[in-house]
């Protein structure tokens, strides 16, 4: 594996469900980030993580909950989304803050 | 409030044509800006960055400007080809921060 890699690729859940994506880099980057895509509105920064510590929380409600175990791995934990949740996730690595971002292929997720 | 846009939200080109793409941003005081490819339902792919010391970087046909002093950043794509029709987005560090602000892109199509 190659770059930013982001499992499942598409995820259908009901309101009730939990799921949890994950995304792993595979370039020695140490920060990674997750991002939403909603229709018609530009990307939105969720969370940030710098070394395993999350340095950002852009206001995400609770029902989204980042891990992030290494430098590698950043999973994103779902538990009681709303149909409004429905969105591209996207994941991204950097070297370092302010430096080039590289984008994982995203999550299709769909909240029904 | 530092924000990104990004004019014409939509373009339709002949092939072979030359085409510029425009954004703008409202801090002057910009780090880096970053030019990335979205092809539909897919992730980013990063084209071009562009540090604030900088006035251009290029890339195969592909040549970025950035102009501080105007609040703006210009993507030339050279002898435009199908295969180019995709969403580009830029986005701005503003500071030394990791936080990337997004435009909301310019869906191009190339025409045969």
């Known amino acids: 594996e190659t770059g930013v890699t982001q499992t499942p690729r598409h995820l259908v859940m009901g309101m009730t469900n939990k799921k949890s994506l994950k995304c792993e880099q595979h370039l020695g980057h140490n920060a990674m980030y997750w991002y939403k895509q909603s229709a018609k509105k530009p990307l939105e920064l969720m969370f940030v993580y710098n070394f395993k510590e999350q340095t950002e929380n852009n206001s995400v409600p609770s029902r989204f909950s980042p891990e992030c175990p290494n430098s590698s791995h950043l999973f994103l934990h779902l538990h009681t989304l709303q149909p409004e949740d429905s969105a591209l996730y996207l994941c991204a690595s950097s070297q370092e803050g302010p430096d080039e971002q590289f984008f994982g292929p995203g999550t299709r997720l769909t909240v029904l | 409030k530092q924000e990104v846009t990004q004019i014409p939200a939509a373009l339709s080109v002949p092939e072979g044509e030359n085409l510029v793409l425009n954004c703008s941003f409202t801090d002057s005081a910009i780090y880096n800006l970053q030019w990335f490819r979205q092809d539909p339902g897919k992730g980013l792919t990063s084209l071009l960055l562009?540090?604030?010391?900088?006035r251009e970087q290029t890339s195969g046909r592909l040549n970025a400007s950035l102009d501080k002093s105007s609040g703006r950043s210009t993507l030339y794509i050279a002898a435009s080809q199908p295969g180019d029709s995709a969403t580009y987005l830029c986005a701005a560090h503003m500071d030394s921060s990791y936080k990337l602000i997004f435009g909301s892109g310019t869906r191009l199509l190339v025409r045969p």
């Open positions: 562009i540090q604030s010391s900088q």
